[in-house]
């Protein structure tokens, strides 16, 4: 038996490409053929796909960038991608369509539907984007991330949670050390977006915290590059023990290690939070559609799991009292980590394959044989 395709839409930011990843590994050792569809700029953030999975660039644009001529010539772009997914599935019939939201993954999802292909969404925000609240209606189901969302009417929805890549599921509940006397982590992570007011605010407020605590902490900070230079200056200034850096590709591993972990609230984040169970200050980002990273942040803020600041209230006093709070009451921090954890959805890959499976029309005994070619 052939092994069956599943085709993967997904845009060129963390937030889209990490639940691709993490389902893409779930179907592979599944028996899966998994393709990525998506555009040039997306394929240079898929450098932690498998190497088994097949990557696809077609044309894709959005009204969002560009001047005028950039805006005319969308619509051509768009569709010679669809034509070229259409021409691509054509040859290869895929089992399945998944689409992931941004622009990028349009061609694909409309080739599916012209095409009358089993297809589905996936919605990682509390909120959907533009792309996936188009598709609502137009696919045969939508995985949510988080719980509720806020769909069309008429939206087949099923709640999965947000899949997290196999180098965070490994660190499901990984032993919490709570705060103490001896070295301490905090990991600031500012996603892709909006990273800048973090930059602005969190060394202050590491600053500011009381002498006993801060000499015990060391800071990992993730910054985008044209302010490492200002920031690692700061923390060294003040003889604050910090790592300054645009990207950490061992978030997971530093996420487990953490004693406090201020982020952003993107789904990722929060979804990789929850599995791993670490106590977190999450700041929305102010500016993002819908507010859906309030939205996104609802759940851990529910549980005490998380504090919630809103970026209209963040300054480095706020956030200083904010941590200062939780690294010295060990006992609460203790609790913060158990919490985050009743809040994961370490299944929810596993969820999304078998909704995928459903759709594509494969029973158990189909999928037992695709598994073992």
Same mark, same amino acid.
């Given at each position: $038996? ?11 930011? /963390? ?97 599916? =539907? ?18 996936? =609240?188009?598709?609502? =209606? ?10 509720? =969302? ?104 530093? $996420? ?9 609230? /993107? ?68 609790? $913060? ?37």
């Amino acid at each position: $038996m052939n092994a069956p395709l599943a085709i993967l839409a997904a845009g060129g930011t /963390g937030g889209h490409m990490f639940p691709a990843q993490a389902l893409a590994e779930t179907l592979l050792d599944r028996g899966w053929r998994v393709k990525l569809s998506t555009d040039a700029r997306g394929a240079r953030y898929a450098g932690g796909f498998p190497e088994a999975v097949e990557i696809e660039e077609v044309p894709s644009a959005t009204f969002a960038r560009g001047g005028l001529g950039a805006k005319i010539g969308v619509p051509f772009r768009i569709a010679g991608g669809v034509l070229r997914a259409r021409g691509a599935m054509r040859a290869d019939p895929p089992a399945i369509v998944v689409g992931f939201g941004g622009y990028p993954s349009i061609p694909a999802l409309a080739a599916a =539907t012209l095409l009358k292909l089993p297809r589905m969404i996936h919605e990682q925000n509390g909120v959907p984007g533009q792309v996936n =609240t188009r598709f609502a =209606t137009r696919v045969h189901a939508v995985a949510c991330g988080v719980w509720p =969302t806020d769909l069309p009417e008429g939206t087949e929805a099923v709640f999965t949670g947000n899949p997290v890549r196999e180098s965070v599921l490994r660190l499901n509940g990984s032993a919490y050390i709570a705060p103490g006397d001896y070295p301490m982590s905090l990991l600031v992570i500012g996603g892709s977006q909006g990273a800048r007011i973090l930059s602005d605010v969190v060394p202050q407020a590491v600053r500011d915290l009381p002498d006993a605590l801060r000499r015990h902490l060391r800071v990992a900070h993730q910054a985008r590059g044209e302010d490492e230079t200002r920031v690692r200056a700061f923390y060294d200034e003040h003889g604050i023990a910090a790592e300054v850096a645009p990207f950490f590709d061992d978030v997971a591993r530093r $996420m487990s290690e953490a004693q406090l972990i201020v982020s952003r609230s /993107g789904a990722s984040s929060v979804a990789d939070i929850s599995v791993i169970g670490r106590p977190s200050i999450l700041i929305p980002f102010a500016a993002a559609a819908g507010d859906h990273q309030t939205a996104n942040a609802r759940g851990l803020a529910e549980a005490e799991a998380a504090i919630i600041i809103p970026e209209s209230q963040l300054d480095p006093a706020s956030l200083s009292d904010a941590i200062g709070m939780i690294l010295s009451q060990p006992d609460a921090a203790q609790q $913060m980590a158990a919490r985050a954890l009743t809040v994961g959805r370490p299944d929810a890959a596993g969820e999304l394959a078998d909704l995928a499976t459903a759709l594509a029309g494969l029973d158990n005994r189909q999928r037992q044989g695709a598994e073992q070619t």
